[in-house]
């Protein structure tokens, strides 16, 4: 498995292994996982909403891009969608490379893409109500970087 977009939430700790185990010569892996956060303790819930053709395709994408620009020897992105509560796990990426700057700098790419350009929409549920989650500046000037 290399791009995941799916409902269910995942072990990280059994997707790490799987991947580790799938990848040979690596001198570094690197790991994030982004979680729902509730900045202000008024998040009832997030809603992801995508279009599955069109999400995997761009997803895999930009994950053979950062393959192909960092020489990794791996890549994993899982990214879910639905309700998801506060605390829970949006998504995880995990890179494989020889030497650790390729694998930071390949991770640090692909969240950034994910946060500001993979086709999903966020929608905020709380008391007040519910609305559409915009892209933020500093989103789009981490994404500016690359």
Known sequence: MTVSIQSPP????AEV???AESVS???AIVTFSGLVRDDDGKLTAM???H???MTESAVEAIRME???RWSLLGAVIIHRYGRLEPGEQIMMV??????RADAFMAAEFLMDYLKSRAPFWKKEIGPGGEKWVSARDE???ALARW
Do not use: V
């Not at 995942?10 to 700790?13: A, E, H, K, L, V």
């Not at 995990?94 to 030497?99: C, G, S, V």
């Open 25 to 27: 010569g690596a001198g």
């Open 94 to 99: 995990a890179t494989a490379a020889r030497h």
């Open 17 to 19: 292994r799987r991947f």
């Open 139 to 141: 989103d789009e000037n």
């Open 10 to 13: 995942f072990d990280m700790g």
């Open 66 to 68: 950062a393959m192909e």
């Open 51 to 53: 279009y599955p053709a």
């Open 47 to 49: 809603e992801i909403e």
